[in-house]
């Protein structure tokens, strides 16, 4: 049997600097994390200074991890569909700052929920908006490297008229941008049962990753977020449970462990306890087999 590439962690707490980020995530046992480049909650954050910086690269290294390992998630305020004009353009703008740390932190991908005109347009217009606004930020932030950064569409359980609840919004923004070959996605696994994928076992799971394929392409499949959901299926409740506590239940992770498509690929667990993700990393690994 060929080994495994399993990179599996938690979003950690960036608190006190983002250089704690990767401390924190080595002392869950963690091979993969997703932090916030700054508070999530604010539109306004001061700049790094250079020890910021300098900081983060040395824990990077020291903690073992790499560019793959990261998947940062923008802030919550973010809403590129946003009918408020004024409020669209704060989230171009703060979605244009944290891409611009993403890169600063020599980081490749930068995962956020791709807004909402709350009922104000068609889906069409919406997703063209949404579009509109992702261009702006990459004509905006520059990258000169030699795989310069990626936006990271991430799924939605599509609470709130929210895009991303299925894989043709999702392909429907990427047609719309002018950059397809800049953006990604990153599926969540409490968004993704609560817009309808039934995903309790085997069968289900390859369903989900079937019509990835299809309808936006393996290639562009950036990371997965790891959630157990307290609402039901269908239920577009936005709620993340523990592992094995929520609606999808162990042989759904089973079947996302056991798939080797996701080798290599930031696995990342967002439920509510910080206290339990080191043995939930270990349940998770278990899985796999
Ligand atoms: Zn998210
Ligand atoms: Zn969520």
């Known amino acids: 049997m060929a080994t495994r590439n399993i990179t599996l962690g938690a979003h950690v707490s960036a608190a006190g600097g983002v250089q704690n980020a990767p401390v924190n995530a080595r002392e869950i046992g963690a091979g993969a994390f997703a932090l916030f480049t700054r508070n999530q909650r604010r539109w306004q954050a001061p700049p790094y200074n250079d020890d910021t910086v300098a900081s983060y690269h040395t824990a990077m290294e020291e903690n073992g991890f790499s560019r793959k390992n990261v998947l940062p998630h923008a802030g919550y305020l973010i809403n590129l569909g ?52 992702i261009d702006e930020v990459l004509r905006t932030v520059q990258d000169n490297r030699e795989e310069p950064a990626l936006l990271v569409l991430e799924n939605t359980a599509g609470q709130g008229n929210n895009m991303g609840a299925t894989f043709e919004q999702l392909a429907r923004i990427i047609d719309a941008s002018s950059f397809p070959e800049r953006l990604a996605v990153c599926v969540d696994t409490c968004h993704a049962f609560a817009a309808g994928f039934d995903i309790r076992d085997r069968t289900g799971w390859d369903s989900l990753m079937n019509d990835l394929e299809r309808i936006v392409g393996l290639d562009r499949l950036a990371g997965i977020h790891l959630n157990d959901s307290l609402g039901e299926l269908g239920s577009r409740k936005d709620r993340h449970r523990h592992i094995g506590e929520g609606e999808i239940g162990l042989e759904g992770f089973r079947a996302v462990m056991q798939d080797t498509r996701l080798d290599g690929l930031p696995l990342v667990l967002e439920t509510p306890e910080s206290e339990r993700w080191e043995e939930e990393i270990r349940l998770l690994l278990s899985l796999a087999g």
């Open 82 to 133: 946003s009918p408020d004009e004024a409020v669209r353009e704060k989230s171009i703008g703060g979605l244009a700052d944290e891409f611009g740390r993403t890169i600063t932190l020599g980081l490749g991908l930068l995962n956020f929920h791709p807004g909402t005109s709350k009922g104000t347009l068609d889906e069409d217009a919406t997703c063209r908006r949404i579009a509109a606004g």
